[in-house]
């Protein structure tokens, strides 16, 4: 085969993988767009486009609200989880201390361990100390296990930024803080937005302890909403193409806005770790 | 010196409070719950290895880490060999316009996993795409409702495991082959190596920390596996599908189990725990 033929043959492979990513979230497009109450098959494009479905899924079926509370929680989480991060990841990468082996092994085993290992004692704990049903359950969680992956993050970043950077603020006498806000931080812009955009995506889906943890429908997050309109009302099958599609559209915002640099960074990022 | 310690400690202090509260604290008690028999309302009473035993004796436990075996095989093992063959057919060329391929190949990875589980039980329901498909191709006897099945939807859901991670790893795959410094497949094609040797003497060492990420990342995930299993199938039809996370969920939430629960989360944590450094070390030994 020519070098021509054998690289066409790649380009139609590698479409045929994107369609079959692209083809799920098609079908229930076309099934939202349809006018309510008409007979739905997988994939059928519309006559029209019908908005009726999204109306909806916001007004009747809540995803309103349920996005309200999503966005509390992460804009606690992010924030919160990526200065906690940088704070650790800085010591880590940039000090000695003793105790600094033994403390980074603790940290990987929060690097691991999925929240299945701890919904139940969380779960119960939290009852006692009267937190479920608030957003602080998802919040703190949230946050103490993104600390680690952030945390070893960082320390990656500031272990490979250069040591005369360092090197010159301390001979100018300036304090670690000043160090790390004025001249470190700067140049971590591109490590940090991967960072906070990670943490966003993973407050922003995370399923089980929303699940789990509240039950007040006041307080529900976007996917945990999702989960159970899937269990209640297995029928309105457009209504529920129509909520998963509204949760997505934040993610997928993101996502197109920084993903050159999210896919670079995640690559290199966790090639390195 | 002293001085500076001290300082460290204060940097660390914050993250490390909310991590050993919220997520070692718990972890403890996992495994200290798991020697317990309780219901989550009375007081509990030590059992000491007794929910293990159970444990072994319980056969929707058991065929729960079964089928995790069987989600290890469609969302990490056969993920990651895609990768490679697409990989090894790429690394002869350096193609042109992978940036929108990676974009889309990569969706999967940021999308909450209950709307991919909303999206896929449409499209293995009786009218959805894949019976369309197979209608089109002739296939249509062989069409079903997926998911209700009691054969096919332990696979059916193993495939979604399958399209979540394809794009991760032939992404992965695709950035390191281009890193693969060229002149390496000049010296094996002048030592006439053919199209396999080559595979397996320059793609396959270059891949190497591509692949141990590939592997740990979708390990994790195949063996995590809670929102996917709980919307598309909750388990059924029967137990055909439930996999370790929903039986804790079952157990610790509705059944008021919580000491076999947690003996459940514990095996499941060391399990992950055992496969991700297994996996770590075979990529360090053979550098």
């Keep these: ?273 | 010196m002293r001085r500076r310690q001290r300082i460290a400690y204060l940097y660390l202090l914050p993250g490390f409070l909310v991590y050993l509260a919220f997520v070692l604290v718990p972890l403890a008690h996992t495994v200290e719950l798991s020697f317990f028999e309780w219901d989550g309302i009375s007081v509990g009473t030590w059992v000491g290895l007794d929910n293990y035993r159970r444990l072994l004796g319980d056969g929707t436990v058991l065929s729960s880490f079964a089928h995790a075996g069987v989600f290890l095989v469609f969302t990490s093992i056969v993920p990651v060999m895609l990768g490679l063959v697409l990989a090894a057919a790429l690394s002869r060329h350096r193609l042109r316009g992978l940036a929108v391929f990676r974009t889309v190949l990569f969706l999967p990875q940021v999308i909450a996993m209950v709307v991919v589980g909303v999206a896929w039980r449409w499209m293995y329901t009786d009218d959805g795409v894949v019976n369309q498909l197979l209608h089109a191709v002739g296939l249509g006897s062989v069409s079903r409702a997926w998911l209700g099945d009691f054969t096919w939807a332990l696979p059916a859901v193993g495939l979604v495991g399958t399209w979540v991670m394809y794009g991760l790893c032939m992404v992965l795959f695709l950035a390191g082959v281009q890193k693969i410094d060229t002149s390496l497949y000049e010296v094996a094609r002048i030592d006439g190596a053919g199209p396999i040797r080559e595979f397996l003497h320059v793609t396959l060492p270059g891949l190497r920390q591509e692949i141990a990420v590939a592997l740990t990342i979708t390990t994790i995930a195949a063996l995590r596996n809670f929102d996917l299993v709980y919307v598309t199938t909750n388990g059924g039809p029967g137990n055909a599908t439930t996999v370790p996370a929903v039986e804790i969920y079952r157990l610790g939430f509705r059944e008021g189990d919580v000491g076999l629960a947690c003996a459940v989360a514990v095996v499941l944590t060391l399990l992950i725990f055992t496969v991700v450094f297994t996996i770590t070390r075979l990529a360090r030994e053979e550098r």
Aim: charged content about 10%.
């Design chain 1, 1 to 273: 085969m020519s070098v021509r033929a054998e690289r066409l043959v790649i380009y139609v492979i590698l479409v045929m993988f994107c369609v079959a990513v692209l083809l799920p979230f098609v079908s229930i497009l076309t099934v939202a767009l349809q006018a309510p109450g008409s007979t739905v098959t997988g994939l059928a494009l519309p006559d029209e486009l019908h908005f009726d479905n999204f109306r909806r899924a916001w007004t009747v079926g809540g995803f309103g609200s349920l996005m309200a509370s999503s966005a509390i929680v992460a804009v606690v989480v992010v924030p919160t989880a990526t200065a906690l991060s940088i704070l650790a990841g800085y010591a880590f990468g940039t000090m000695r201390f003793r105790g600094s082996t033994g403390l980074f092994y603790l940290l990987l085993i929060g690097l691991v361990m999925p929240f299945e290992a701890t919904v139940v004692p969380l779960y119960y704990d939290l009852r006692a100390l009267h937190l479920t049903d608030t957003y602080w359950a998802l919040i703190l969680p949230q946050i103490g296990l993104s600390v680690a992956f952030g945390t070893f993050w960082m320390r990656a970043f500031f272990l490979s930024s250069p040591k005369s950077l360092l090197e010159a603020a301390q001979l100018d006498g300036a304090s670690t803080w000043t160090a790390l806000w004025r001249i470190l931080l700067p140049t971590a812009r591109p490590a940090v937005t991967t960072l906070a955009t990670l943490f966003f995506l993973w407050s922003w889906n995370e399923f089980l302890l929303a699940l789990v943890l509240i039950q007040d429908p006041d307080r529900r997050t976007a996917p945990a909403g999702l989960g159970l309109f899937v269990g209640e009302r297995t029928v309105d099958v457009a209504g529920l193409s129509a909520g998963a599609l509204i949760i997505t559209l934040p993610v997928i915002v993101v996502y197109l806005f920084l993903q050159r640099g999210f896919i670079r960074g995640m690559l290199e990022g966790s090639v390195k770790g």
